[in-house]
């Protein structure tokens, strides 16, 4: 792999397109499996064949035994011999008809038949092919020439032999024995058509192979452009990107390309612009930062400073309360702010599970009630009445319904009832918390999920909201595959709904990412 990484892309295209072809070529020599195979199923067809003629002639007069003879050795083009319990030859179907096949003379064949039975040779040599026998026709009308026959009739089985024609074509013979008086039956057939199935396979791959190879090569060359060239402009973007000039660089998002390269420029280029918004945000979110720390810090100084120069024991006891007020805002500003900005890694970093939301919002409603959190605001909670599995981390999710409740609880008037309801549908689990405040403009429903946007009802303590809250769930629900939004209240009553829907998990599901 290390020389590997030393070689071009180009090169590459090339090594792995022409390889499998060089591979595909060789196998030209591997052909004799193909012919292995074939002679396999010859064997099991001559051996089935010799037993079914065997049970055939067993038993049968001797007529209808020549007349079977006859008729097999017209049907299957091949020559039947039987021999008697002395291995006598006493009827052959080539005798008492004319024969089936004949077996060709090499030295009449053309050009073309010689160097397919020279390549036939050399491709036997390269796969070391065990040797086969010659057919040889014997001149005695006997048994003994025949191993094949001397085995079945010791063994009572049928037996299979293989032999080569003078053309290189081959022979298969079969020998099964007939009946119970020890008479003997063989089958020969000369299997012409594997040879030339074989040869025109490896024709025609050999054809397929070159023209293929040259074909790839082309296309390869093509391909390695087409990868190439866009790859380059790529990276010298992304070094210019990385060298900090990302302003500068207009990275090329090739909109008439939908394969995978345009998609990687198009990736390449929407990270470089998420890059861009996350350092603008990064940038406004410390001017934020330092603005809204800045107002509480300057109060505080104001009230240090002024506490030398008062004697008044009341107005020094009013500056100490602003001070000591002004420090809980910045600590909760801080803490806020912190928790801000590592909410996304804290979420990547966690462990995800399946849980029933409906449940999860029920044990937050108790254990609020339990602590007095609700100030007197009744809540009224509608569950489905089938789970609502979602997947997530319930922490950070809790925290997202305690904030929408603390701001339904903030905008309530006193008494006033705050609505929760879980719905589930085939992909989604929504909560939806209703209060009975003076509910969000349509053009300022966006604005109360911006960092620091703040705005609370006039008899609540100025100071205690950081203005974050709905920012962090917002980005909690989308961490979560969701969202958080606002909408009507369902029965067009005054107030306001906050909406936090979550693709609804598959019960017992893993990951839904």
Known sequence: MSLLDRVSLTARILAVNILPLALLGGGIFYLDSYRAQLLDERYKLARIEAQITAEALAGATRERQEALLIQIGKEQN??????????????????????????????????????????????????????????????????EPWPELVRAQEQGVSQIVLRDAPDGTPVITAAAPVGLNGATLLTTRNAVDITESVRAARSTLGIGVALTLLASILLSLFLARTIVMPLQSLSRAASRVRLGRERDVEVPRLPHRRDEIGLLARSVSDMTEALRERIDATEHFAADVAHEIKNPLASLRSAVDSLGKVEDPDLRAQLIDIASHDVRRIDRLVTEISDASRVDAEISRATFETFDMAELVENLVASREDRGLNQGRPIVMARPATPSFVYGVPMRLERVIENLIDNAVSFSPPGGTIDLAVTNDAECVTLTVCDRGPGIPVEEREKVFRRFHSVRPDEEDFGNHSGLGLAIGRTIAEAHDGSLSVADRPDNAPGACLVLALPEARTGSAALK
């Open 78 to 143: 091949m020559r039947l011999r039987m021999f008697d319990a002395e291995g006598l030859l006493w009827a052959d179907s080539f005798a008492l008809d004319e024969p089936r096949f004949t077996l060709d003379d090499p030295a009449d064949d053309e050009f073309g038949l010689r160097f397919a039975r020279w390549l036939d040779r050399m491709v036997d040599t390269v796969v070391a092919a065990e040797p086969v026998p010659d057919y040889i026709e014997p001149e005695a009308q006997t048994a």
